[in-house]
């Protein structure tokens, strides 16, 4: 065999790598955005901290979400405590107080930016996020610019993966105060995933399971093994 041809038959070879391989390394790009900004208002106390086994809620969703991405921002209200987190966890604020989770989704792009082109984007309050959920997110935003779950006519904004080249669209928004992630979604080239489609990899939609409430905290502990 001629080096010429050699060569032929290696490049021939990395264009026809399995799919799952080019998937792979899409996701070894991509980070991670916790929001947990809010008010915690109908919890009646602040949910990243509320105990959850062995860990703080933070903590664990932290955690979990860290087992597919890397690295991860942590977005806070700016008189926010939060708890202690792993050396390498990356810290934003809000710019501007009380303006939803749109604004705390510019604040961790604006980290996340220079580090990586995608972000899966969460709230601290899925203590029974399923990495295998994030994980497939990530696999179906290839080729778009947001991916989301889609219940219905119910859109799960923060159960997403962004591109992070969406900050100037995400201020363009806040600026003309529309502050829903789903006008976002709607502007921009999003694939929405049914929630059947995601069973596959979160059979009770466990990743989907925001917790607003004390009786939702509670059952979310029985869930777990925790009581």
């Known amino acids: ?51 959850f086994g062995p860990e703080l809620m933070l903590q664990r969703v932290y955690r979990l979400l860290s087992e597919v991405v890397q690295p991860i921002v ?3 209200a700016a008189d926010q405590v939060l708890p202690e987190l792993p050396a390498d966890a990356l810290f934003a604020q809000d710019e501007q ?10 604040a961790g792009m604006k980290v ?6 995608l972000v899966y984007v969460t709230s601290c309050d899925v203590p029974l996020l399923q990495p295998g959920f994030v994980r497939r997110m990530l696999e179906l935003a290839e080729g778009y610019e947001a991916a989301a779950t889609v219940d219905g006519e119910f859109v799960h904004p923060l159960s997403a993966a962004y591109r992070t080249s969406l900050v100037g669209k995400i201020e363009q928004l806040l600026n003309a105060d529309q502050l829903r992630p789903n006008a976002l979604l709607k502007q921009i080239n999003t694939r929405f995933v049914t929630v059947e489609e995601m069973r596959t990899v979160d059979p009770q939609l466990s990743t989907l399971r925001n917790l607003n409430r004390p009786e939702e905290y509670l059952a979310a502990l029985r869930e777990a093994g925790f009581e």
Not at 97 to 106: F, I, K, T, V
């Open 74 to 76: 942590v977005v806070s």
């Open 112 to 117: 996340m930016q220079p580090l990586c082109d």
């Open 1 to 51: 065999m001629t080096k010429e041809l050699a060569i032929m038959l290696k490049v021939r070879v990395a264009q026809s790598l399995p799919s799952a391989r080019r998937v792979e390394e899409h996701i070894m790009q991509a980070g991670g955005i916790i929001l947990c900004g809010g008010q915690s208002s109908r919890m009646g106390a602040p949910k990243a901290a509320l105990p």
């Open 97 to 106: 107080p009380s303006r939803g989770p749109l604004e705390g989704l510019r």
